[in-house]
Protein backbone atom coordinates (compact mmCIF):
# COMPACT_ATOMS: atom_id res chain seq x y z
CA UNK A 1 0.00 0.00 0.00
CA UNK A 2 2.86 2.63 0.69
CA UNK A 3 4.85 1.34 -2.54
CA UNK A 4 1.16 2.21 -4.35
CA UNK A 5 1.08 5.60 -2.27
CA UNK A 6 4.78 6.18 -3.03
CA UNK A 7 3.89 5.78 -6.75
CA UNK A 8 0.94 8.09 -7.21
CA UNK A 9 3.22 11.00 -5.37
CA UNK A 10 5.97 10.99 -7.76
CA UNK A 11 3.42 10.74 -10.92
CA UNK A 12 1.42 13.77 -8.90
CA UNK A 13 4.63 15.04 -8.68
CA UNK A 14 5.78 14.37 -12.62
CA UNK A 15 1.97 15.96 -13.54
CA UNK A 16 2.90 18.85 -12.13
CA UNK A 17 6.36 19.30 -13.77
CA UNK A 18 4.91 18.72 -17.33
CA UNK A 19 1.77 21.39 -16.10
CA UNK A 20 4.42 24.03 -15.40
CA UNK A 21 6.12 23.72 -18.32
CA UNK A 22 3.11 23.75 -20.87
CA UNK A 23 3.04 27.44 -20.28
CA UNK A 24 6.70 27.85 -21.23
CA UNK A 25 6.53 26.13 -24.50
CA UNK A 26 4.90 29.23 -26.28
CA UNK A 27 7.02 31.71 -24.72
CA UNK A 28 10.42 30.24 -26.01
CA UNK A 29 8.96 29.86 -29.38
CA UNK A 30 7.64 33.60 -29.25
CA UNK A 31 11.34 34.45 -28.44
CA UNK A 32 13.56 33.00 -31.16
CA UNK A 33 10.32 33.24 -34.08
CA UNK A 34 8.50 31.56 -36.75
CA UNK A 35 12.11 29.77 -37.36
CA UNK A 36 11.62 28.12 -33.65
CA UNK A 37 9.52 24.79 -32.73
CA UNK A 38 9.29 23.98 -28.66
CA UNK A 39 7.84 20.52 -28.01
CA UNK A 40 7.13 19.09 -24.61
CA UNK A 41 6.99 15.72 -24.28
CA UNK A 42 5.88 12.77 -21.86
CA UNK A 43 7.90 9.55 -22.44
CA UNK A 44 4.87 7.83 -19.91
CA UNK A 45 2.85 7.02 -23.46
CA UNK A 46 5.23 7.08 -26.10
CA UNK A 47 2.84 6.53 -29.08
CA UNK A 48 1.14 10.33 -27.94
CA UNK A 49 4.04 11.67 -25.87
CA UNK A 50 3.30 15.75 -27.52
CA UNK A 51 1.78 17.23 -24.93
CA UNK A 52 2.48 20.99 -25.81
CA UNK A 53 4.20 22.11 -29.13
CA UNK A 54 4.74 26.09 -30.40
CA UNK A 55 6.12 26.51 -34.08
CA UNK A 56 5.72 23.78 -36.95
CA UNK A 57 9.54 23.28 -37.61
CA UNK A 58 8.86 19.38 -37.90
CA UNK A 59 5.12 19.78 -38.48
CA UNK A 60 3.77 17.66 -35.69
CA UNK A 61 0.88 18.34 -33.16
CA UNK A 62 -0.55 17.83 -29.59
CA UNK A 63 -0.71 13.81 -29.42
CA UNK A 64 1.95 13.15 -31.89
CA UNK A 65 4.71 10.02 -31.48
CA UNK A 66 8.20 11.10 -30.29
CA UNK A 67 10.82 10.91 -33.26
CA UNK A 68 13.55 8.59 -33.11
CA UNK A 69 15.72 10.35 -30.76
CA UNK A 70 12.91 10.54 -28.04
CA UNK A 71 12.74 6.83 -28.49
CA UNK A 72 16.47 6.38 -28.29
CA UNK A 73 16.47 8.11 -24.69
CA UNK A 74 13.67 5.92 -23.67
CA UNK A 75 15.76 3.25 -24.30
CA UNK A 76 18.72 4.46 -22.23
CA UNK A 77 15.99 5.25 -19.43
CA UNK A 78 17.72 6.89 -16.57
CA UNK A 79 21.08 7.03 -17.84
CA UNK A 80 20.10 9.20 -20.71
CA UNK A 81 21.88 12.62 -20.83
CA UNK A 82 20.61 15.63 -22.28
CA UNK A 83 21.67 16.44 -26.19
CA UNK A 84 22.25 19.79 -27.07
CA UNK A 85 23.03 21.30 -29.98
CA UNK A 86 23.07 18.63 -32.58
CA UNK A 87 22.23 18.69 -35.83
CA UNK A 88 20.06 16.76 -38.03
CA UNK A 89 18.01 16.94 -41.22
CA UNK A 90 14.43 16.11 -41.79
CA UNK A 91 12.34 14.10 -44.57
CA UNK A 92 11.06 17.25 -45.94
CA UNK A 93 15.41 18.75 -46.35
CA UNK A 94 15.40 21.21 -43.50
CA UNK A 95 18.36 21.37 -41.48
CA UNK A 96 17.24 21.36 -37.86
CA UNK A 97 19.09 22.15 -34.95
CA UNK A 98 17.73 21.25 -31.75
CA UNK A 99 18.48 20.59 -28.08
CA UNK A 100 16.76 17.60 -25.83
CA UNK A 101 16.57 18.44 -21.97
CA UNK A 102 15.03 15.62 -20.14
CA UNK A 103 12.58 16.02 -17.72
CA UNK A 104 13.48 14.14 -14.08
CA UNK A 105 11.33 13.47 -11.05
CA UNK A 106 12.67 14.36 -7.48
CA UNK A 107 13.99 10.24 -7.58
CA UNK A 108 16.05 11.47 -10.89
CA UNK A 109 13.86 9.16 -12.59
CA UNK A 110 13.52 10.69 -15.88
CA UNK A 111 9.67 10.87 -17.59
CA UNK A 112 9.76 13.23 -20.41
CA UNK A 113 11.86 15.83 -22.50
CA UNK A 114 11.51 19.19 -23.68
CA UNK A 115 12.87 19.78 -26.88
CA UNK A 116 14.31 22.91 -29.34
CA UNK A 117 14.23 22.81 -32.89
CA UNK A 118 15.47 25.63 -34.68
CA UNK A 119 15.31 25.74 -38.92
CA UNK A 120 18.71 26.59 -39.69
CA UNK A 121 18.34 26.14 -43.44
CA UNK A 122 18.54 29.34 -44.80
CA UNK A 123 21.52 30.29 -42.00
CA UNK A 124 23.19 27.29 -43.61
CA UNK A 125 22.76 28.60 -46.77
CA UNK A 126 23.64 32.13 -46.61
CA UNK A 127 27.05 30.24 -44.59
CA UNK A 128 27.75 28.25 -47.68
CA UNK A 129 27.32 31.04 -50.13
CA UNK A 130 29.59 33.85 -48.00
CA UNK A 131 32.60 31.09 -47.59
CA UNK A 132 32.24 30.09 -51.03
CA UNK A 133 32.42 34.40 -52.14
CA UNK A 134 35.36 34.50 -49.68
CA UNK A 135 37.40 30.89 -51.13
CA UNK A 136 37.07 29.18 -47.80
CA UNK A 137 33.78 27.06 -48.35
CA UNK A 138 34.37 23.43 -47.82
CA UNK A 139 31.73 20.63 -48.05
CA UNK A 140 29.84 20.44 -44.88
CA UNK A 141 29.36 17.06 -43.01
CA UNK A 142 25.98 15.96 -44.00
CA UNK A 143 23.52 15.39 -41.10
CA UNK A 144 21.50 12.62 -40.40
CA UNK A 145 18.12 12.21 -41.45
CA UNK A 146 15.72 12.85 -38.40
CA UNK A 147 11.69 10.77 -39.08
CA UNK A 148 9.40 13.07 -37.13
CA UNK A 149 5.91 12.19 -37.82
CA UNK A 150 2.79 12.06 -35.21
CA UNK A 151 2.32 8.90 -36.15
CA UNK A 152 5.10 6.14 -33.92
CA UNK A 153 4.48 3.05 -36.46
CA UNK A 154 6.03 5.07 -39.30
CA UNK A 155 8.72 6.39 -36.95
CA UNK A 156 9.09 2.54 -36.32
CA UNK A 157 9.10 1.59 -40.01
CA UNK A 158 12.08 4.17 -41.35
CA UNK A 159 14.06 2.72 -38.03
CA UNK A 160 13.85 -0.71 -39.29
CA UNK A 161 14.52 -0.01 -42.99
CA UNK A 162 17.46 1.86 -41.90
CA UNK A 163 18.66 -1.45 -40.43
CA UNK A 164 17.98 -3.84 -43.23
CA UNK A 165 20.44 -3.29 -45.19
CA UNK A 166 20.62 -7.63 -45.86
CA UNK A 167 17.63 -9.86 -46.34
CA UNK A 168 16.56 -11.54 -43.35
CA UNK A 169 16.97 -15.05 -44.73
CA UNK A 170 20.24 -14.45 -45.53
CA UNK A 171 21.27 -13.19 -41.92
CA UNK A 172 22.93 -15.68 -39.44
CA UNK A 173 21.80 -15.92 -36.34
CA UNK A 174 24.60 -13.63 -35.44
CA UNK A 175 23.26 -10.99 -37.21
CA UNK A 176 19.88 -11.30 -36.65
CA UNK A 177 20.84 -10.64 -33.11
CA UNK A 178 22.52 -7.37 -34.01
CA UNK A 179 19.61 -6.64 -35.45
CA UNK A 180 17.46 -6.95 -32.86
CA UNK A 181 19.88 -5.78 -30.31
CA UNK A 182 20.60 -2.31 -32.63
CA UNK A 183 16.31 -1.59 -32.66
CA UNK A 184 16.04 -2.60 -28.78
CA UNK A 185 18.92 0.21 -28.11
CA UNK A 186 17.36 2.90 -30.33
CA UNK A 187 13.74 2.27 -28.22
CA UNK A 188 11.91 0.49 -30.79
CA UNK A 189 10.80 -2.18 -28.35
CA UNK A 190 9.82 0.80 -25.64
CA UNK A 191 6.56 1.22 -27.67
CA UNK A 192 3.23 -1.16 -27.78
CA UNK A 193 2.93 -3.37 -30.28
CA UNK A 194 6.54 -2.25 -31.76
CA UNK A 195 7.34 -6.31 -31.70
CA UNK A 196 4.60 -7.20 -33.75
CA UNK A 197 5.41 -4.93 -36.28
CA UNK A 198 8.87 -6.07 -36.54
CA UNK A 199 7.95 -9.63 -37.05
CA UNK A 200 5.48 -8.71 -39.34
CA UNK A 201 8.00 -6.25 -41.37
CA UNK A 202 10.86 -9.39 -41.32
CA UNK A 203 7.87 -11.87 -42.07
CA UNK A 204 8.61 -13.97 -39.05
CA UNK A 205 6.43 -15.13 -36.28
CA UNK A 206 5.80 -12.93 -32.98
CA UNK A 207 6.98 -15.88 -30.93
CA UNK A 208 10.55 -16.06 -32.63
CA UNK A 209 10.52 -12.22 -32.64
CA UNK A 210 10.31 -12.43 -28.70
CA UNK A 211 12.53 -14.89 -28.68
CA UNK A 212 15.15 -13.01 -30.86
CA UNK A 213 14.64 -10.18 -28.56
CA UNK A 214 15.32 -11.93 -25.30
CA UNK A 215 18.53 -14.09 -26.67
CA UNK A 216 19.67 -10.10 -27.72
CA UNK A 217 19.34 -8.59 -24.18
CA UNK A 218 20.40 -11.88 -22.66
CA UNK A 219 23.50 -11.26 -24.65
CA UNK A 220 24.02 -7.80 -24.49
CA UNK A 221 23.68 -8.15 -20.78
CA UNK A 222 26.59 -11.05 -20.18
CA UNK A 223 28.81 -9.64 -22.90
CA UNK A 224 28.79 -12.52 -24.83
CA UNK A 225 29.35 -13.29 -28.17
CA UNK A 226 27.30 -15.21 -30.96
Known sequence: MDC???EDVMEAERDAIIAALTSVVDGIAATFGPVC????????RPE???VAIAGSVTGRRVGGAM??????????GDEAADELNYVTRTDAGKLVKSSTMLLRDSSSAV????????DVTAASEVHALLGALA??????????????????????????????????????????LDLFRSLDERGVFAV???IEQVAGRLGISRASAYSYLSQSRKQANTGGHS
Open 48 to 50: NSV
Open 67 to 76: SEIGMRMVAR
Open 135 to 176: GTGTAPEEPPVTTFGDDIDSVVDVMLDAHRHQSWALLDRAGR
Open 192 to 194: RRA
Open 4 to 6: RRG
Open 111 to 118: FGALCVNV
Open 37 to 44: EVVLHDYR
